[in-house]
């Protein structure tokens, strides 16, 4: 099964030389999430967060002592932080960055990277780097065997894979929130969510535009389960790290984005479990749908997580019940100490690939001429707040509050 990087560049509207131009006012996101409010309740402090990803470059100005290279198990710590092709550092930096130097300020600038180097298709270095860099199912499992919280995966392959979903239970059964992006098929090619993003225990996030409407790219079907920022900021053009490019566009952006605001909510509440924590992010998500009919396309909503911060008496619900149980086809994050794939499997017998796929400048309605009709909705536009002050994000006409069918083991 070959693996591809989620598209973080599919467009460049200018570049910005690294260090010398301030890039925090381009990540639109910030204000409308209030982050600076957010930041006076937690950063991510005490939070660890496993970046599989293309490597991390630990040297940009952003994530200078961000990156927690020794803590990548052996196994997988092949150079970790040599990024080959600048989407993991960007991730990243949305994730952790501490915007030093006018470089990309991370939505949990107080968390840690413990940065994780996979091949993909594309990448372009030696047949003796490639047999050495572990591929993304290794990966999965020696994330599991750190103590990071929280698993960014911001790639996918059409899938599914057992091996795959093996080490996503074992990863899960250890209690790891693990968070994938669904893709940038948008409706071209059906509903067509990539996977890790669609193996069940993950958490599949979607992308909206600075206009806060669901992303055209942005893949579309039964394994959405939270929409976040993730078109229309700067990232890294490539791995010479001389400048950032603007209008960045992918899933993989919502993804790194989604981890920081599980790292916030996680460092504010640190004997949370990854079910409360994943229960806060669905409970406070915006919608204007019923929490037990998600849409396709936005999932259980776009993530909020000051609304979990500005209340110290947030009750996340039990410890022991997994919000996504029913998606997930059984309740593995429930059993404590549980077993389940304990041993490794082997590795997918395909090499895992990069390949970016083109994203969408637009901002336009995610329903597209597919849409199918919601049971409930006649208006032409829904609307999900992000934040207190009236910020919204459109994701489309009625059919966005479709039921989905449910995920199967």
Known sequence: MAAVVGALAAATVGLAPNAAADEQPKQWYLGPMQAEKMWKVSTGKGVKVAVIDTGVNANTSSLKGQVLADEAPKSVAYRATDDYDGHGTTMAELIAGTGAAGGLKGLAPGAKII??????????????????????????RAAAD?????????????????????AIDYAASKGKLLIAAVGNDGRKSGDTIGYPAADSYVVGVAAVDKSLTVSKFSSAGNYVDLSAPGQGFPGWCDATFRSYCDNMNGTSSATAIASGAAALIWSAHPDWTVNQVTRA??????RTWPKNNPSKYAGYGLIRPRLVLANPNYNPGPAHVDPLAKDNGGDLLAKSGSSVAASPSSASASNPSQAPEKGSTGGT??????????SGGSSNTTWIALGALGAVVVVGGGALAIARARRAR
Request: aromatic share 4%; charged share 30%; hydrophobic share 30%.
């Open 115 to 140: 940065p994780i180097r996979v091949k993909f298709d594309g990448m372009k270095r030696s047949a003796e780097e490639k047999k050495k860099t572990p591929d993304p199912t290794s990966a999965i």
């Open 365 to 374: 309605s995610a329903a597209g001429s597919s849409a199918e009709s919601s």
């Open 281 to 286: 992010l669905i409970d406070t998500a915006g």
């Open 146 to 166: 750190t103590d990071a919280k929280i698993i960014s995966m911001s790639f996918g392959s059409p899938g599914p894979d057992s091996d795959e979903q093996a």
